[in-house]
């Protein structure tokens, strides 16, 4: 697991030690508010970095680490923004009579203005430099090229320090390159050996390994630490959503085989609507702990799904109108339905295998869902299960209606989607109107989206085995990568 980044308080201006210079460590710097904590605060995957819109958020320097188990894959150090960089530029210049000079003039500045007020974001920013940093420099190409930005570049070209530039144009959020970006470009290619657009906000995780994958070639040295930690993060991320997946099945099996079981008191109907109001509230527990789990596991530790993440009202089981919207439109479900009504009565391996046989039935079966499947049924059983006079029992649940089952499979999969592609840097609020579970099914075979409502069925009649949830949890996987899919489509190419 992704250990959180923590910050090392303080930052030494001393060269780093042997051992230390194999770890890549990079300065993220620029103007005020171009996005350099955002950047960060993905790279190392920490959703507590301050981030905010207000310009000189960040006043000192801080260091992060991005931990797997006890390695330390890399560290970036968060610094304030250039306060006067052509002051601190004339004042180096005065002090350089040829290029060699200048990395010791930019240290010595540092020594000699630490303590100045004027100059202590300058200094903060420059420090890890001077102590061994690469420098990944963030500019907004929203914004117009001017002559206060040159100042920045030579400086951090003075410090003769690895270097990539990332063009974040801050107010896009589609595949348009920054409106200034055309000035941009030539002026940082002069000075940057790589030139990248990241999104910091919206950068689907390959973007964040093809960033990485440029770091490691502007430095040598860094190059395997670096390939070794993408190789890591790669891992770990296929372990979050096979964990992801199995969680899945395991809420799909409890909330569809949920069961209540109701003392009689009173009249039929009035313990009916008291066992919908409890029934419901087990499922809002169950969702709001699968929130929690999957958000925890993909490293986001403050996501306030509270304010953001509609839940089930206590009147959605009643009224399929609430609920309908979350899993698949009826004619989508009739349909599949019916292949997974025919996949069901041919062996199980079938349903992984998949046969000329078996799309055979799917096209014979084809009307046959609409009536058995959901056609006109509470979501939930609701019957006597005990007779014995002075015991009587009625038991609400499981969950007997397809569409139900849909619906409450397509809610958890949107939460899985909403965790996955979110970036740490993002402090939004979670957009309820993302993508369909009708709409991630049709980049699936279709073999696959008839599995999906197979095991469904499966579930409205009984628990699955171990090898079952397998099946079920492999296909969720597929079903996942076809959510990410979806949003690396919709994303910012990376050069
Ligand atoms: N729309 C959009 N907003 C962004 C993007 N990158 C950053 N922001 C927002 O811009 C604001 C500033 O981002 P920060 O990461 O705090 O910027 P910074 O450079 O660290 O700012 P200072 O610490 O103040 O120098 C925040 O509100 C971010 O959410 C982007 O690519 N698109
Ligand atoms: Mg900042």
Redesign the pocket.
Known sequence: MTQPASPTDSLRSQPRSDAQATLPMFAVV?H???????VVSTLVQDDHI?????????RQAHQYRLMLGEDTLYELV?T??FQRPRQVLDWCAARSEQAADRPRALATFVTTHKQDPRFADDCALLEPILAGAGIVY?VDTDQPFDAAFEAELTLLSWSGQPRLALL??????DNEPGRHEASWRPALQQYFSLVRVF????APFEQHLTLLRGMAEIHPPWRESLLRGIDALQQQRRARHQQAADLLVDYLQAVLRFELQLPVSGPREALHNAGLNQYNRELQRHERQLQDTLARLYGHRQLDWANEWQSLRSNDLTDAHEWRAWGLPRKKLASLSAGAGALGGLAVDAATGGTSLFLGTLVGGALGGLAGGFAGRHPLTFELVSRVPGYEMWQLGPVSSLEFATALTGRALRIWYQVRVRNH?R?DALLLASQELAHWLDGLPRKQQVQLLFWLRKLLKRRLDETEKGQLQTLLLALGEQMELDNESSQPPTS
């Open positions: 620029g005020p508010n171009q996005g350099k904590s955002s301050a981030v905010s819109p207000v310009s000189g958020t960040t968060d304030p923004g963030v974040n144009p801050m107010s896009r959020a999104n910091p906000l919206l840097a402090r």
